[in-house]
Antibody, heavy 121, light 108 residues
Framework: QVQLVQSGSEVRTPGASVKVTCKTSGFRFTSYAIHWVRQAPGQRPETLGWINVGNGYAKYSQKFQGRVTFTRDTSASTVYMELNSLQSGDTAVYFC??????????????WGQGTLVTVSS | SYELTQPPSVSVSPGQTARITCSGDELPKEYVFWYQQKPGQAPVLVIYKDNERPSGIPERFSGSNSGTEVVLTIAGVQAEDEADYYCQSTDRNGDFVVFGGGTRLTVL
């Protein structure tokens, strides 16, 4: 079955970086795009961007451009999200999600379980 | 930036019908998707392409997009349906998803 399994919770100090892992299984990895979404406590989900796993092309939300990087390891069916220059406002649960293919409009048919990133001095 | 608007809360008794609305200027031209999120869990897709249900989602969940009104309907609400519900569409370029503010469904 389709699974996206994320790495565990992280705590960072302001100015530091964090790298979150999303290991996938149960589907043809290179045929999909993987999106990253974060959700601060009590807030709506917010998109960071996405990566086309097949060719490695990544597109970043303007809000995070220059501060976030998506990479992938096709041999391990794994996608990575690295966020730099962390501030307290980056404290949130970060999700990876598989983009569905029923329509050109982006949406998510499977999600990782989420990774809590806490930024505190 | 493009925003979707939902009512903050909806309350219904078990067995009644819950209607959750979503509004946004581009919705008449775009598909809408709905997610259910329970505390401490990832969202789960319950409706895609306005009115289609993924496999495993109960028939009591349905969606509609008339161009002027977008609605998630849960008929015969059960206690297990208590959750936050988010509508989702896309930005004007079609590159990124946009979520509504979420509606907390309370089953009385």
């Amino acid at each position: 079955q389709v699974q996206l399994v994320q790495s565990g919770s992280e705590v960072r100090t302001p100015g530091a970086s964090v790298k979150v892992t999303c290991k996938t299984s149960g589907f043809r990895f290179t045929s999909y795009a993987i999106h990253w979404v974060r959700q601060a406590p009590g807030q709506r989900p917010e998109t960071l961007g996405w990566i086309n796993v097949g060719n490695g092309y990544a597109k970043y939300s303007q809000k995070f451009q220059g501060r976030v990087t998506f990479t992938r390891d096709t041999s391990a069916s794994t996608v990575y999200m690295e966020l730099n220059s962390l501030q307290s406002g980056d404290t949130a649960v970060y999700f990876c999600a598989r983009r569905g293919v029923s329509t050109i409009t982006p949406y998510f048919d499977y999600w990782g379980q989420g990774t809590l990133v806490t930024v505190s001095s | 930036s493009y925003e979707l608007t939902q009512p903050p809360s909806v309350s219904v008794s078990p067995g009644q019908t819950a209607r959750i609305t979503c509004s946004g200027d581009e919705l008449p031209k775009e598909y809408v998707f709905w997610y259910q999120q329970k505390p401490g869990q990832a969202p789960v897709l319950v409706i895609y392409k306005d009115n289609e249900r993924p496999s495993g989602i109960p028939e009591r969940f349905s969606g509609s997009n008339s161009g002027t009104e977008v609605v998630l309907t849960i008929a015969g609400v059960q206690a297990e349906d208590e959750a936050d519900y988010y509508c989702q569409s896309t930005d004007r370029n079609g590159d990124f998803v946009v979520f509504g503010g979420g509606t907390r469904l309370t089953v009385l």
